[in-house]
């Protein structure tokens, strides 16, 4: 699973030179190179937005495939840096947290 796979817009993540050639190439954003090499290595992605067209470019990935060199390439930008931090406690919370049309269906 994929968590903030656009490292919370990070410029020095999005703006990677690899990102703008494959971009170029297939006719996507460095965004979309982004969120399809995490598809296409077989991670669930959990992008945020809450711009309506941001979230319809999100979704539109599915059209073009990276090569196995392409997949390579980006992956050996690896920098060892996570974006997505929790302790244990906001995992609890996370578990635990119900829809307010759970809580609704549970007080019936």
């Known amino acids: 699973m994929s968590w903030y796979p656009l490292g919370h817009g990070d410029k020095s993540l999005i703006e990677e030179p690899v990102f703008a ?21 077989g991670f669930v992605v959990i992008p945020g937005s809450k711009n309506v067209d941001h979230i319809k ?27 997505y931090h929790r302790t244990d406690e906001q995992l609890d919370q996370f578990a635990g947290w119900k829809p307010s049309f759970e809580k609704a269906a549970s007080a019936d």
């Open 21 to 41: 050639k494959l971009g170029k190439k297939y006719g996507k954003s460095p965004a979309q190179i982004i969120l399809r090499w995490h598809t296409q290595m």
């Open 57 to 83: 470019d999100n979704l539109d990935i599915l059209d073009f495939k990276l090569s196995d060199e392409e997949m390579a390439e980006i992956a050996s930008l690896d920098k060892d840096k996570r974006y």
